[in-house]
C-alpha cells in the first residue's frame, strides 16, 4: 500500500470530513444513551413502584395476622414500610407487633437472584433482639 499524498486544502478538507463524521457518531451514540437512560430511568421507577407494592402487601399480611389494619399513613399503625433509600429493613413493626413477630423484612423485586447479598444486607439491618 502506497502512501497519499495531500495538498494543503486536500488536507483541511479531510479533517473537517472526518471531524464532521466523529461528530455526527458522537451525536447518534449520545442519542442512543440518553434513550437508554431514559428506558433505564423508566424501568427503575416501575421497579420502585412494585418494591413499594411488595412492601405495602407485606405489611397488610402481617397486620392481617395481628388483626390489625395496616394504615401507612397513620404513624400509630404498629407497622410500616420503610421509604426506598432509607437504611434499615423494609417493614418496620412497633410495639406488641414487634414483640409477637421478631423477624427483620426484606423486600426484593429483580430479574437476578443475589441471595448471598441479600443476607448479608438483612444481616446488617438487623434489630436488637430479631432474627434476620
Known amino acids: ?6 495538498d494543503k486544502k486536500e488536507k483541511i478538507l479531510l479533517k473537517e470530513c472526518l471531524e464532521n463524521e466523529i461528530n455526527s457518531m458522537k451525536a447518534s451514540l449520545f442519542g442512543q444513551d440518553m434513550e437508554l437512560t431514559k428506558e433505564r430511568d423508566k424501568r427503575e421507577k416501575n421497579i420502585q413502584k412494585l418494591i413499594k407494592k411488595l412492601q ?3 405489611c397488610e399480611r402481617i397486620a392481617n395476622l395481628f388483626g390489625i389494619k395496616f394504615d401507612q399513613n397513620d404513624d400509630d399503625c404498629p407497622i410500616h414500610s420503610r421509604e426506598m433509600g432509607q437504611h434499615g429493613t423494609d417493614v418496620i413493626t412497633r410495639g406488641k407487633v414487634k414483640k409477637l413477630f421478631p423477624f427483620s423484612v426484606e423486600c426484593k423485586c429483580c ?3 443475589q441471595i448471598p447479598q441479600w443476607i448479608e444486607q438483612a444481616r446488617s439491618n438487623i434489630e436488637k433482639n430479631k432474627s434476620w
Open 111 to 113: 430479574e437476578n437472584l
Open 1 to 6: 500500500m502506497s502512501d497519499i499524498s495531500l
Open 56 to 58: 405495602y402487601f407485606v
